[in-house]
């Protein structure tokens, strides 16, 4: 017997927490049972694009891990063009420094020009618990610093 599982777009939409509300100001844990990852990423990535954000932190939907995801494709020019999820997440190296405009879907109708390192070494987990370290540039490399400044409790108009 085949069962009608096919559920809609809107039921993995989540909602965004907004700037006042105390979980965007608390630092998140890391993950260490992986099994619902790949259920919470998609949830995470259907609300980004049903948002048309670039990047989101899971406690930025209500969830205190460390999980971030992003997808520049909709940026012109943008050649880092695929969604990536990182998982207990850390920048352990940067280069450079670039002043590049910014906004962010808990802080809505701010948008500012923010000083950030210009690359980045991210060293990270995948869905598989995987190790990995990469180098990222450009417009991953700032959605990439945004975000992972949410998960340490911090917004960017802390910058201002
Ligand atoms: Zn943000």
């Known amino acids: 017997m085949k069962i009608q599982t096919q559920t809609t777009k809107s039921n993995s939409i989540l909602s965004i927490v907004k700037y006042g509300d105390p979980i965007l100001r608390r630092k998140v844990e890391d993950i260490t049972d992986f099994t619902s990852l790949p259920n919470m990423t998609e949830q995470m990535f259907n609300t980004m694009y049903e948002e048309s954000g670039i990047g989101l932190a899971a406690n930025q939907v209500g969830w205190s891990l460390n999980i971030l995801v992003l997808d520049t494709s909709s940026i012109e020019g943008e050649e880092n063009n695929k969604p990536y999820s990182f998982i207990n997440s850390k920048i352990i190296?940067?280069?450079?420094?670039?002043?590049?405009?910014?906004?962010?879907?808990?802080?809505?109708?701010?948008?500012?020009?923010?000083?950030?390192p210009e690359t980045i070494i991210l060293r990270y987990q995948d869905l598989d618990q995987n190790f990995h370290e990469?180098?990222?540039?450009?417009?991953?490399?700032?959605?990439?610093?945004?975000?992972?400044?949410?998960?340490?409790?911090?917004?960017?108009?802390?910058y201002l």
């Open 93 to 116: 190296k940067t280069e450079g420094e670039i002043v590049l405009e910014e906004g962010c879907l808990s802080v809505p109708d701010i948008r500012a020009d923010i000083n950030r």
């Open 134 to 158: 990469n180098i990222f540039t450009g417009i991953v490399s700032r959605v990439i610093q945004h975000e992972l400044d949410h998960l340490q409790g911090k917004l960017f108009i802390d």
